[in-house]
């Protein structure tokens, strides 16, 4: 018998921490485990054709270039793009190329005609989910018909249109401050066909606000897509 008590607090043991090691490696993975969750329902568009430039851009606030694919994202089952078909707003009206529906019409290959061209400065693309959500992730797409990196990239969501109520800002990678929206601490990344994954801890909001302020290869501003998880909030 007391083989069997030894035998079982053993199994037991080792069930707990093979448990707790799950739940390390996925939380560094940005994985969650708890609840009833499955991955994020998320179709990555093609890679495009053009080859990596000899000239990418460095520094220490730059993500190394990864060719592997993104760890699963973990959200609660149900979870759906929230933000398909929804209306969308601009700072800067007058575009360059492109209309403002294309930034939530589920278009996002390597096109031309799929990307909304902008104006210099730190221009803004919003989103109206059309009522209160809790959000899981925002996924982006600027442009990843070139290797590039896009400045001072800032995610907020906000209860209302002229975000001024509750805005939280979920993504920061301007670390100098030039868009005076605070000093970021999230990193620059390369364009690529898997885009920007940012978690949202199940944050509620209306309004999801993306700035840029450039690229590495130009002044101009570029959106191809604004994906938003979540459910409607309760």
């Known amino acids: 018998m007391r083989k069997h008590l030894v035998a079982g607090l053993l199994g037991a043991a080792f069930l707990l921490l093979t448990l707790s090691s799950f739940q390390s490696l996925s939380a560094a993975e940005g994985v969650k485990v708890a609840g009833d969750v499955a991955p994020l329902p998320l179709k990555l568009p093609d890679p495009t054709l053009k080859g990596t430039p000899d000239d990418l851009p460095t520094g220490p606030n730059i993500e190394k270039l990864s060719d592997k694919p993104r760890p699963a994202f ?98 920061n990678s301007d670390v100098d401050n030039s868009s005076n929206l605070g000093v970021g601490t999230d990193r620059e990344y390369f364009e690529t066909n898997q885009g920007r994954l940012i978690d949202c801890k199940g944050i509620k909001g209306a309004f999801v606000r993306s700035y840029t302020k450039g690229s590495s290869l130009s002044s101009f501003n570029c959106h191809q897509e604004i994906e938003v998880y979540g459910l409607p909030a309760k």
Do not use: C
Request: hydrophobic share 40%; charged share 25%.
């Open 74 to 171: 973990f959200a609660p089952k149900g979870v759906t793009n929230v933000a398909l078909k929804k209306k969308v707003t601009v700072s800067e009206p007058k575009l360059i190329s492109g209309t403002i529906e294309q930034a939530t019409d589920g278009q996002r290959e390597a096109f031309d005609e799929q990307v909304i061209e902008m104006r210099k400065g730190t221009q803004w693309v919003q989103v109206d989910l059309g009522g209160e959500h809790t959000l899981y992730a925002i996924v982006l797409w600027h442009d990843h018909r070139w290797l590039q990196v896009f400045r001072d990239v800032i995610v907020q969501v906000a209860d209302d249109a002229e975000f001024t109520k509750n805005v939280r800002t979920v993504y």
